[in-house]
């Protein structure tokens, strides 16, 4: 930590820098110069209340140089954490494609589609059951009776099952359906509801928040690390920028930069992050040019008539077609599909 | 709503447009261009799923011409929403001062506090025994003991309690203890939480989301609505941008514009806005000047020693400093303090 | 300047990074932690290429501590900057108002509004004879001819004139006929054409660029600063965020932190910091409060037939009403109108 | 374009509205709804001014349903543009890679990085002569000297020369020397410098403003083109957002969207985009693999003593790794480099 003063402080609020440093077991280094006075902090600055230094007359700025978070981080694990479900691997050569429809509606659409991208070669079908919505008076999904259809489809095509929970109140039952729990990104602060899925035994989905800096998107990630749950799976899903031909800006740059400081699989959602379903193939082989570890899509059998994000959707023939020309990115980067 | 087809499009799509829309029971009116077709949607549009639309061939855009919230909107409610708790109101004649530390730390502390900002004219108490913290390490709150030293704060000065509620599963600990329970930004489309909070008897103070439109800002109001509590004070809290000399951005455009299309009271909040004890006082006094209806403040008897928030908290010598500068500048607005 | 170096870099690296410092004629204080190094530099550290030390090996940040700007800065001039033209003052206890249409359309109008805003108040009179327009095919404004019939406003009502010039060709004409020379937003960064306004002897309004940090508005104020012009007047006109009920976010927390930094006078423009002429009395009001020098306005006889801004630009009528609504709002904070 | 008035409104006003559609010769179509009255515009809206229409009395909403540019819009030219420079083609099949530094130093070293670039399969060098510098005090480029420099590694290596051009005073004299002329991204709005480039008869770069929505982008090449230079070529560069892994956020989703809507070949700087040389090589893949019809890229002898951008800037070495490895990801589309 470095604590930048002004050169003019009087020197006892200098000592009482200081003194507050050591007071909890650490080094400080000082360097007078004649417009600032810069203290280096040597030792786990994590123990130091950065907003209380600042608070002290004469302390300008207050700047951390260790990274806030530590079990997602490169520095606590070297090797890239692959997550292992039944024979689908996440974060390792393969990539992971995960597809279906924004939210399940009836048994036999989901399992249609199930088929579908099964067929295509995706190991993992997504579909909500329970829907975050703007607003109060839209769908909001099917509840445990999603789960149920969700479950059956699996049954029928093997396919693996991600799935979102809101609610620390469904944790458990979502979980008792679920292959993999998605956080989405709403909730990517729901720090209650994160501290929850971080006690139970399966794969986390943890999506960035659309308002996320890279750090707090780790952060989130080592709540749930935190509570013993070492599987997280990180998700890029677009950003709130001005920009307007998109719903969201979806943030390629994201990726190459968490695989730079964690060790966590990244996947990317271009279907959330762009909001246009004719942005999707494009958007989606760029992000396993940019070394994603996976593609979360949204896929229907009809999309004209799915009940939310119809605009966004693509027919399974589409997605069969993009996951075509999906192969021959994968390989050009070193990966398999 | 008004729905913009290509002019090329085939003449079977469009009478496939048409359908659905008549489908639901609303008119559709046809405008031919030769580049474009309209198609102007008249009746409840509420009733159609713009996303299905959207992905129908032809379609290039669908633009909704009604508000998506009702029972926030100053067309369901022309007067303003007076709150009265006890003998303070919020959203009438009289500025709202709600002042305090960012967590109740301990029983003294607070209580010393309380007595300050009431001294200084505040009559609502701010304090956080659940504490939203964007890493796991740090503290996050006392739980029940914090509510409990907040409600003997009560007792002893007659302060009104505002504190957040983050789970759903603490709602009703939480309306024990509290007079207005506050959603944090981060839980501002925690959409389980709002309704949980709509179905108890008291004020929700809900903070704008840092990355909410004001149309997502009322959506969320409107799940508290539509659960049947009308009690809901909106609070603007600094939103997400480039701009890096505060911490977020404080959009105090959001108060007059609230006014113009809600009936609902909006409140400001500075210290989180700005992140900066040192702009507290000039963005106070713009608030009100915009049309704020109150101000939610971060006072701690030593702010070098608060354990949250230190550097943008204010003393209460400071606080009671600018109370005194309020009062004209409300004054000067038509208001009181 | 602080440089942070991996823990592990070789030892060589560390003194060629010293070294680099010292050839600048500055001292380098080390203090070693077993994560990162921490290099104090002590001297001028404007001096040192920062991009140059981030690209060595092992250096992992490169942290300026001092302002990058010297003349725009308030060490640089303790005092505020009063600029004073005739008997009109910018920055001194009297707010300045400059109101008038966003495009000069012809004498007869420009001498109407003119006399108006006189009348109400108005000590300056702003409209554009040379206009950025976002497309080729709208009107560009009347050139020279605006500018000879804003002289002629000038004659005849008293009032200085505030007018804009985009193009280093044009600034001497421009400069010929202004009491004031304006540079738009889409300019903040035209590093000519700031060298070019910097080189006459006549004040300079500044408008921020809508993407701009606080750091980049006054380097571009340094930049006319350090040709010798030394009186620049800074305006806050609204920054491009994701926030969508404005046309930008007017960003008012710019003012008291402008305050803070620098000496020079800010002044704010609602019309454009916000495009709905709805929220312009609520924020020219919340500018003053928060410590403004000044507004600058759009006002037309007739906003329906002004050629550009319409529906931005409030009528003659509502600025005669809101000057008489700002009076007591500066009044309260100690200033005059 | 679609006007939506209140309900409420008089009649008159409804037919001034109408009356002011039809005095242009369009037409207008009523439709009558309780809440909202919709008129659709049909015939060329462009003639129509926005502004003063929202201006009237009663209206709510004003949307355009054409695109505000023309000569840069599909719907004008099906066929994509490709721009021939000797036998190099940028917009066609082949990727056109553009390296070099991001300031001309002296002759040596241009000529170093020219042969080295060249080499590794580049076609075209980058430098600039005028820098654009945040601050006043930076390095400014060599002005012409450097243009020489460029034309001397031209001679020696056949590279085409790409230099950015900032002031109208100076677009004749960079012409001479230079291929492609670059118009930076702070000058994206710099409509004089605009248009001076549109009279010119060699290819311009156009940067997209940091700022900037993908209709404004299109606009300022409107400005290029409406002058008679049919040769533009767009580059995304990154924009302003809250993230701040990134110096910007580069923006790949507008490859696919530019794509659909427009016919101008469009190219990415990911070293500008990203502001670290650690994310070049992920996110040139990415941009290729998105549909990208080119790269510019920071490129340095040795980075460390690079005078601008050392930071972001790749070695040569890098260079000519990074080229090898773009090579599949480019065939892995149906593209060549």
């Known amino acids: 930590m470095i604590i930048v003063m002004d050169g003019k402080t009087p020197e006892e609020k200098i000592k009482h820098v200081i003194k507050r440093v050591e007071d909890e077991g650490l080094k400080a280094h000082l360097s007078r110069g004649t417009e600032k006075i810069i203290i280096g902090v040597i030792g786990d600055e994590r123990k130091i209340k950065i907003d209380q230094i600042k608070a002290i007359e004469g302390v300008e700025q207050v700047m951390p140089i260790l990274k806030p978070y530590k079990l997602a981080s490169r520095e606590f694990k070297k090797e890239d954490t692959i997550i292992e479900i039944d024979d689908v691997t996440i974060g390792g050569k393969e990539i992971a494609v995960m597809a279906g429809p924004c939210a399940v509606e009836d048994e036999e659409r989901i399992l249609e589609t199930a088929k579908a991208v099964k067929k295509a070669g995706a190991k993992i079908l997504r579909g909500g059951a329970y829907k975050p919505r703007t607003g109060p008076y839209a769908f909001h999904g099917l509840g445990e009776e999603g789960l149920r259809y969700l479950a059956r489809a699996r049954e029928q095509t093997g ?5 979102e929970v809101m609610d620390t109140r469904t944790v458990g039952l979502v979980a008792k359906y679920a292959d993999i ?12 509801l994160l501290r ?10 943890l999506k ?13 990630a080592e709540y749930i690390l935190s509570e013993g749950n070492r599987k997280v799976i990180l998700c890029e899903r677009g950003i709130r920028t001005f920009s307007n031909f998109t719903r969201n800006t979806l943030d390629l ?7 730079k400081v964690s060790h966590l699989p ?18 989606s082989k760029a992000s396993i040019a940019a070394g994603a570890d996976g593609l979360i899509l949204e896929v229907h059998k009809n999309p004209e008539l799915a009940v939310s994000d119809a605009d966004q959707t693509i027919s399974t023939e589409e997605f069969a077609k993009l996951m075509k020309e999906l192969k021959p990115v994968a390989e ?3 990966r398999t599909l």
């Open 159 to 163: 396919l693996l099952i991600v799935t």
């Open 181 to 192: 729990l998605q956080i989405g990104t709403r909730n990517m602060q729901n720090y209650p």
């Open 196 to 205: 929850e899925v971080g006690k139970i035994d399966k794969p986390v989905l």
């Open 208 to 220: 960035r928040g659309m308002w996320a800096t890279l750090d707090e998107f780790l952060l989130a």
């Open 253 to 259: 740059n994201i990726i190459p930069a968490i695989k």
């Open 266 to 283: 990244i996947i990317v959602d271009p279907s959330h992050g762009t909001g246009r379903k004719d942005l999707v193939p494009a958007m």
């Open 332 to 334: 050009a980067v070193g």
